[in-house]
């Protein structure tokens, strides 16, 4: 028998459940990039909409060859002003860009709270597909006020708040998914690795928005609006919600074992199921834990579950049942500031970047991906260590830690040139994002699965949808506050940042505590 060519042995030494949760993975990965694909432009493109053309003193451009390429005119609309788009031409631009920025945090944020409770009760796949269709809609009319000469401040906000609403439907769908696909083991590099498609959806919509920012910035949002929109069509074809659909195994089954795993890193007290549970001897750690906050365990026992049957006959969990998971609340809080700062650097760095460097908006825009290149060795690196030292709460606290004296850095190197804002960019989008990210996936995945749910993987949308609609909150106040802070001084911005890293490992403390406390016991146990 002839031996089997490299690339069939390769194909054949990988199970047919594996080679499908490779594709869930590549497809959801694919699905959410498209979704910060499509925000992305809007950063990109506050540069266009507003110049700085005051006096020529004012501009400090390094040659006249440079200032006359600048200048020179191109094809647009006969009543552009030379400061930009009206109407964010005048003096208050960055308190009217802020107010965009504000109009679909705040929309998205609320839509984010109901999207989680309204996901689980419907089928993921059509769920998304609806809203992803309709993110290409709202994203593609935003630019649309380009080409049909709109210079209604009213037109883009509610472009902006119909866009938040839709964009909901993303997060509590994917992680769903992505949750019933990959149910225990190295959840935090594996949820590490799939959460970098936030900063490669970055990078690619600040690619492709400053491609035409200069020339046309309106096709910055026709076309990512086309992609999401596509992307949502090949949701319809190809999403496979969870690996019973078709035949495969089932790794949420053992549930109690994906909870070890999780929720127990925190250091949180975990209710026992039944009486056989109770009366097996604990591990000194577990039984730590188990004695700490036994009312509150009880009450989540007794409240969690709601009535009424889910979309695979197991029982949706209420608002408040998911609140009295141990962990959600304070977790929930503290992402509301790590976004913050996260979202800031979104919707800011790059109108940054142009006033500090004095660099044109593509320019900037480019630069600006950076920190999300960054931001992907950050989720990763995130997610190892939190698995290594199976301590989730702590590995967010020492990146916080030392975000806040990085931030003080940058906003000091980054006037030094542009060799030192790259480097700093890289090293704050690491330790900015790297919380963020392994909160919003493998620590929402292992607070949905909480043993007290019993297996209940309904819960996971609910959970992340309440994680992440907190998050979004902070989301909303940080480039708000930055509109507001901005014209007093970009130094004033980066000390509100590092305030909010500061409240976001404050809120961290108790379960940092309890999962150093519980492990100093463990040791103790040990050596006697």
Not at 449 to 464: F, I, W
Request: glycine share 10%; hydrophobic share 45%; net charge positive.
């Amino acid at each position: 028998m002839a031996q089997l060519p490299p690339g069939i042995r390769f194909i054949t030494s990988f199970s047919r459940d594996q080679w499908y949760r490779a594709f869930i993975f590549s497809l959801t990965f694919l699905l959410y990039a498209s979704f910060h694909l499509s925000r992305k432009p809007i950063s990109i493109v506050k540069g266009e909409l507003h110049k700085h053309c005051a006096a020529s003193h004012e501009v400090e451009l390094n040659s006249y060859k440079e200032y006359a390429a600048q200048i020179q005119s191109v094809k647009k609309p006969s009543n552009v002003s030379q400061c930009g788009w009206e109407p964010f031409d005048k003096n208050n631009y960055k308190q009217l860009l802020g107010a965009l920025d504000y109009s679909f945090l705040c929309a998205y944020a609320v839509g984010m709270y109901l999207s989680g409770l309204i996901g689980e009760r419907l089928p993921i796949r059509y769920y998304l597909t609806v809203g992803m269709l309709a993110s290409g809609l709202f994203t593609a009319m935003f630019g649309l006020g380009y080409f049909c000469n709109i210079h209604n401040l009213w037109f883009y906000i509610m472009a902006q708040i119909a866009n938040g609403l839709v964009q909901t439907t993303g997060w509590p769908s994917v992680v769903t998914c992505i949750g019933n696909w990959f149910g225990k083991g190295r959840r935090g590099l594996i949820m590490g690795i799939w959460n970098s498609h936030t900063s490669v959806g970055n990078i690619l919509g600040s690619l492709i928005a400053a491609h035409w920012v200069s020339t046309c910035w309106g096709l910055s949002f026709v076309v990512p609006g086309v992609i999401i929109a596509v992307m949502g069509i090949v949701c319809f074809l190809f999403l496979i919600e969870h690996p019973k659909d078709i035949s495969c195994s089932c790794t949420l089954s053992s549930t109690s074992k994906a909870f070890l795993n999780g929720a127990s890193r925190f250091g949180v007290p975990m209710p026992n199921l039944n009486t056989k549970e109770t009366s097996k001897p604990q591990d000194p750690e577990m039984q730590h834990l188990l004695t700490d906050n036994e009312n509150s365990s009880s009450l989540l026992n007794s409240s969690t579950v709601v009535t009424g049957e889910g979309r695979h006959g197991t029982a949706a969990i209420s608002f408040l049942g998911a609140l009295r998971i141990p962990g959600v609340i304070e977790f929930s809080l503290c992402l509301l500031f790590a976004k913050l700062v996260s979202y800031t650097f979104l919707f800011w760095l790059p109108l940054y970047i142009t006033n500090v460097e004095h660099l044109d908006a593509k320019r900037a825009g480019d630069l600006s991906t950076l920190f999300d290149v960054g931001g992907i060795f950050g989720g990763i690196l995130a997610g190892l260590i939190s698995d290594r030292l199976e301590k989730r709460a702590s590995t967010c606290g020492m990146m916080l830690l030392l975000a806040a004296p990085t931030l003080y850095m940058f906003s000091a190197v980054s006037k030094m040139g542009l060799e030192a804002t790259i480097v700093m960019l890289l090293i704050s989008g690491a330790l900015v994002n790297g919380p963020y990210a392994l909160i919003t996936t493998a620590v929402s995945a292992d607070l949905g699965t909480h043993k007290s749910l019993k297996g209940n993987a309904r819960a996971l949308s609910t959970v992340t949808a309440i994680i992440d609609g907190t998050g979004s909150v902070g989301a909303a106040l940080g480039p708000l506050l930055a509109g507001l802070i901005s014209p007093s001084g970009w130094n004033n911005v980066f000390y509100m940042l590092m305030m909010a890293d500061a409240c976001a490992l404050l809120f961290l403390l108790r379960l940092i505590q309890k999962e150093l406390r519980c492990n100093a016991d463990h040791t103790l146990f040990k050596e006697h």
